[in-house]
């Protein structure tokens, strides 16, 4: 069973830096698209960042240049390294998983993800 866990998530000021992890268990990372996803209170969930099952990487643009997603395949942990945080980036942050990749990890759809973790909350402050 494929189970997504987070972490690293918590209050920062604005400019300030966070790293979040996801620890998978249940399959390998190198095989599935994996990426990071964010919703806040009143707004509709949104890709952040992911990796394709080709090692590809893909961004929202509000968050390019300053978040970077990386991965251990040894270790089954995704990161996501957020800089220069704004308060806008206040939001739960998910961990998000599907099988292959493609179009739909490369455009972050996030109802073709069938694996997602609990979340974890990132308040940024002004």
């Known amino acids: 069973q494929v189970q997504l866990v987070e972490s690293g998530g918590g209050s920062v000021q604005a400019g300030g830096s966070l790293r979040l992890s996801c620890e998978a268990s249940g399959y390998t990372y190198s095989t599935y698209c994996i990426g990071w996803f964010r919703q806040a209170p009143g707004k509709e969930r949104e890709g952040v960042a992911a990796?394709?099952?080709?090692?590809?990487?893909s961004y929202a643009d509000a968050v390019k240049g300053r978040f970077t997603i990386s991965k251990d395949d040894d270790k089954n942990v995704l990161y996501l390294q957020m800089n220069s945080l704004k308060p806008e980036d206040t939001a739960m942050y998910y961990c998000?998983?599907?099988?292959?990749?493609?179009?739909?990890?490369?455009?972050?759809?996030?109802?073709?993800?069938?694996?997602w973790g609990q979340g974890t909350q990132v308040t940024v402050s002004s």
């Open positions: 990796f394709d099952s080709d090692g590809s990487t």
């Open positions: 998000a998983a599907g099988l292959g990749g493609g179009g739909y990890c490369r455009e972050m759809l996030g109802d073709l993800f069938g694996y």
